[in-house]
T-cell receptor
Framework: ETGVTQTPRHLVMGMTNKKSLKCEQH?????MYWYKQSAKKPLELMFV???????ENNSVPSRFSPECPNSSHLFLHLHTLQPEDSALYLC?????????????FGPGTRLTVL | AQSVTQLDSQVPVFEEAPVELRCNYS??????LFWYVQYPNQGLQLLLK??????LVKGINGFEAEFNKSQTSFHLRKPSVHISDTAEYFC???????????FGTGTRLTVIP
């Protein structure tokens, strides 16, 4: 595997379910990001991790819970979601959070909340 | 905080015609500028970036962009588009010292045969 991978690619869940999204980067980067992509809106940055520590949390509801066990893996734990949380969730990584900030993206997880 | 404006949400263009996708950003401080492309059911792929130096930047797939500091713009151009260029294009900006990229709302380029 190369680059940034995300699993699953598609997820359908009910509002009472608990599920997790997984992201893995094979680039040796130190920073990882979760974004939410909804139609007609700019990408919304949700969380930033640098060297496994959360450095930014953009007022994301507590029903989204990130976890970064090491610099290669990032999870997004989901519970009691709402239908408006349906979106494409993108993971990205970068060499660090300073410098040029070029980010490398995974293919995304298409989430549908029923 | 930065804001990034992509004025055109949709741009239809005939195959082999030239195209320009517009991007303006709000801040005049030192910035890095990016264009990403997103094909259906895929993540974002970097097309090109401006970090410093020459204001004309060349990227992959024949695209180029020009940084204009006085107009705070970073428009994307291609002299002759192909069907395979049909995709969503995102402009993004980061500021020196900030943690993240700020994205525009995207422009959907549709190439018509």
């Amino acid at each position: 595997e190369t680059g940034v991978t995300q699993t699953p690619r598609h997820l359908v869940m009910g509002m009472t379910n608990k599920k997790s999204l997984k992201c893995e980067q094979h680039l040796g980067h130190n920073a990882m990001y979760w974004y939410k992509q909804s139609a007609k809106k700019p990408l919304e940055l949700m969380f930033v991790y640098s060297l496994e520590e959360r450095v930014e949390n953009n007022s994301v509801p507590s029903r989204f819970s990130p976890e970064c066990p090491n610099s290669s893996h990032l999870f997004l734990h989901l519970h009691t979601l709402q239908p408006e949380d349906s979106a494409l969730y993108l993971c990205a990584s970068s060499p660090g959070t300073s410098g040029t900030r070029e980010q490398f993206f995974g293919p995304g997880t298409r989430l549908t909340v029923l | 905080a930065q804001s990034v404006t992509q004025l055109d949400s949709q741009v239809p263009v005939f195959e082999e015609a030239p195209v320009e996708l517009r991007c303006n950003y709000s801040s005049s401080v030192s910035v890095y500028l990016f264009w990403y492309v997103q094909y259906p059911n895929q993540g974002l792929q970097l097309l090109l970036k401006y970090l410093s130096g020459s204001t004309l930047v060349k990227g992959i797939n024949g695209f180029e962009a020009e940084f204009n500091k006085s107009q705070t713009s970073f428009h994307l151009r291609k002299p002759s588009v192909h069907i395979s260029d049909t995709a969503e294009y995102f402009c993004a900006v980061s500021e020196a010292g900030a943690n993240n990229l700020f994205f525009g709302t995207g422009t959907r380029l549709t190439v018509i045969p």
